[in-house]
């Protein structure tokens, strides 16, 4: 999206202070739970920024990019080899940056930017509704998901990330909330709005390019040539569940994770 000069300039100043830095000491001291490539990490960065740079009241643009940057860097680690490198990083990051500075009470993950009044909040504070009030007891109970710090902090950042075309991934230990994150978001997205479709794609140890293939040409229409897209004004979005449990082939690949790639 464009920007002025002023604001480039601004920008390119907060790349060069916290970036090269950043990844330096991550490189040292930190390890994430699945590895990550540096410039995929910028690129997200950039997406994070841009969703919510679109909006033109958004103030505090240092405040907006220590979030990102807090978010697209770390939000990758959590428990592994004994150590906790979450919290090592958020207290690396609250030693190391002053300004604009996060509260001291909670890590760096606990706060998202108060974008009116231009200061951290905890993501609490957007927990506005009764949880009793949006709970139907004659549905089942997997069609809700209770808005806790965790899911109201992952359905954010992956909203943003959707809003700009850019595919999150959620990884973490079996159990631990992700698919169910995933489908609050999506079912709040298709309910609530005229603009997307899901459509939920569940990987196996039997999962192929072949089958995968198919499975995502079930919602799609075809429009001119070899064009194809979902019907109507819609935009549908896939959901992978567990992605990376298709078998390895005689080449060491999964095919059907080579076609989502």
Not at 59 to 70: E, N, Q, R
Not at 89 to 95: D, L, P
Not at 129 to 157: E, L, M
């Amino acid at each position: 999206m464009p920007y002025d000069a002023e604001r480039k300039k601004e920008l390119q100043g907060y790349f060069d202070q916290y970036i090269e830095d950043s990844f330096k000491h991550i490189r040292r001291t930190f390890k994430y739970l699945i590895p990550q490539v540096e410039i995929s990490m910028v690129n997200s960065l950039c997406k994070l920024l841009e969703s919510i740079l679109k909006n033109p009241a958004v103030k505090g643009l240092a405040f907006v990019f220590v979030f990102c940057c807090v978010w697209c860097l770390g939000a990758g680690f959590d428990l592994k080899d004994g150590r906790q490198y979450r919290k090592e990083f958020s207290a690396w990051w609250k030693e190391t940056w002053k300004a604009p500075r996060f509260p001291s009470a909670k890590t760096v993950f606990d706060y998202y930017v108060d974008f009116e009044n231009t200061k951290f909040e905890e993501w609490s504070k957007l927990a506005t509704q009764d949880v009793s009030s949006i709970i139907d007891t004659s549905k089942n109970i997997s069609s809700f998901t209770v808005p806790t710090v965790d899911t109201i902090a992952s359905q954010y950042v992956m909203n943003c990330f959707i809003k700009v075309g850019h595919s999150p991934l959620l990884i973490g230990a079996a159990g631990c909330g992700k698919t169910q994150i995933t489908k609050g978001l999506l079912n709040e997205l298709t309910t609530k709005t005229d603009d997307y479709l899901q459509q939920i794609v569940n990987f196996n140890y039997y999962t192929d390019s072949m089958l995968l293939q198919t499975i995502l040409e079930q919602q799609l229409e075809r429009r001119t040539g070899k064009i194809y897209g979902p019907v109507g004004k819609y935009k549908l979005i896939y959901f992978i569940d567990d992605l990376n449990m298709p078998a390895l082939d005689k080449y060491d690949t999964q095919s059907a994770i080579a076609l989502v790639r």
